[in-house]
């Protein structure tokens, strides 16, 4: 499967094999093996995933990357954004992946506030009237750390957008506001994640939209809705809900894909889009590499059948 000429094109990453954050057993997967998985099933980019996981020796990565005619794209970076303490090791940690990024020419570094397990037991379930978000204080204190973090990627040529996450101190629309408000004097743009969006109480569309401006990348992901209500009814942390599989193949889920595309079109979004489906290591019904190239399959046919009716 080969991806067709479009204004979208479509990456993938490897935490959709289940290679999280932190080493574990997942991390022992082979990464060439992953590559060829992800380059049979149709996709032309990676995300580096967790540093640490693909090579870090650029000449190394970039050989593999070129040897499979892949882009290598972006790094999702969690930090600790609003603890004063952590500001040198989260400056020192964006150098040390800036650096591999900007050596393989990659274009972003996609920032994200860490994951706590304050916020992991809520996930899903935080108050929309701001009551268990951050206070004053912090929110200055991230609209700081986050301008020193755009001034410090662009050493390496390094765009920055931020991610909003489930987990984290980001995750519902009234935190995206906040978070965006608080870092008004940077260039910082948006990764719409459209399952985190759904998970974090937000609707994709209306997310798009409102943040049309600043819109600069895109994470495909998909949310089963019955397994979300269950997430929710029973109070599940983040991780006890991906074990649930909460996040479902692209095109299972309840994202209304078709109108989320026409919502892109008519904002004039194009670039690439990383297709992600979380998964515990081992754990999945599907393996990644049947999923993840059924996910593509379905993403290309609506794509293809919104270009042909345009």
Not at 35 to 55: A, R
Not at 78 to 107: K, N
Not at 251 to 259: L, T, W
């Amino acid at each position: 499967m080969s991806q067709p000429a479009s204004r979208f094109r479509f990456a993938s990453a490897p935490v959709s094999w289940g290679v999280e954050d932190n080493p574990g057993p997942a991390w022992e997967q082979p990464y060439e093996r992953i590559l060829d998985e992800m380059l049979s099933g149709g996709y032309t980019g990676t995300e580096l995933g967790p540093y640490g996981y693909f090579p870090t020796d650029p000449a190394v990565l970039e050989k593999a990357l070129s040897k499979r005619g892949m882009a290598m794209l972006s790094s999702f970076v969690p930090v600790p954004l609003s603890d004063p303490s952590r500001g040198q090791a989260v400056l020192e940690h964006i150098r040390q992946v800036g650096a591999l990024l900007s050596a393989l020419q990659s274009p972003l570094l996609v920032l994200a506030d860490a994951q706590s397990p304050l916020r992991g037991n809520l996930a899903g379930r935080v108050p929309v009237d701001g009551s268990q978000s951050l206070r004053p204080e912090h929110w200055r204190h991230v609209g700081k750390i986050v301008a020193e973090v755009e001034r410090v990627s662009a050493e390496y040529g390094l765009g920055v957008v931020f991610h909003p996450h489930v987990a984290t101190y980001v995750e519902t629309p009234f935190e995206v506001e906040r978070f965006f408000d608080s870092v008004s004097a940077t260039r910082v743009g948006l990764c719409l994640d459209t399952g985190h969006c759904v998970y974090g109480g937000g609707d994709p569309i209306e997310e798009a939209r409102k943040y049309r401006s600043l819109l600069r990348y895109v994470h495909i992901k998909d949310i089963n809705a019955r397994v979300l209500g269950e997430v929710r009814r029973q109070g599940l942390n983040f991780d006890r809900a991906i074990a649930a599989g909460v996040f479902s193949q692209v095109g299972q889920g309840c994202v209304h894909f078709p109108a989320f595309f026409r919502a892109l079109v008519e904002i004039n979004y194009a670039g690439w889009m990383v297709v992600e489906q979380d998964v515990k290591y081992g754990e999945a019904a599907v393996p990644p590499a049947e999923s993840m190239a059924a996910s593509l399959k379905y993403l290309l046919g609506v794509v293809h059948e919104l270009e042909t009716n345009a």
